[in-house]
């Protein structure tokens, strides 16, 4: 529950009322089938969407969803700089494949709502690459 509103099944979401990140044990299962860098992927978007909360309106854009991509690649490859989190082999294909089923063809999504597969992978990069102010120019 967030705000007295039931989450939508098969889904992760940040939940702005109680500031606290949530996913369905389902889609994370379902997902770690695939590796286990589909779940650090969720959070990390989730997470995003808790850092985007933290900023001033005007610097969150129409394009939040793809801002929480950006944030999530600066998140997750800013631990791996810093030594608190570690890739292990196959973590980064796992990751471009994970972008390619959460897509905006993914039954959970409609088109327009996070970005296709490639804009989504091309945005996590760049967060990832540059950092965080990186998601914000
Ligand atoms: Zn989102």
Redesign the pocket.
């Known amino acids: 529950m967030c705000g007295g509103e039931r989450f939508e099944p098969d889904n992760a979401a940040y939940c702005p009322s109680g500031d606290f990140v949530t996913r369905d044990a389902h889609l994370m299962r379902s997902g770690y089938a695939r590796g286990d860098a589909w779940v650090y992927l969720v959070i990390s978007?989730?997470w995003g969407?808790a850092v985007q909360n933290r900023l001033r309106r005007g610097l969150v854009s129409p394009a939040a969803?793809l801002r929480?991509d950006c944030l999530a690649g600066a998140a997750l490859y800013g631990s791996s700089d810093d030594g608190t989190l570690r890739f292990e082999d196959g973590d980064e294909q796992e990751l471009v494949d994970a972008f390619e089923v959460i897509g905006d063809r993914a039954p959970w999504t409609r088109p327009g709502d996070?970005g296709s597969a490639v804009q989504r992978l091309r945005t996590f990069s760049r967060g990832g690459e540059k950092g965080a102010r990186a998601c914000f120019t």
């Open positions: 978007h989730e969407h969803e929480a996070h």
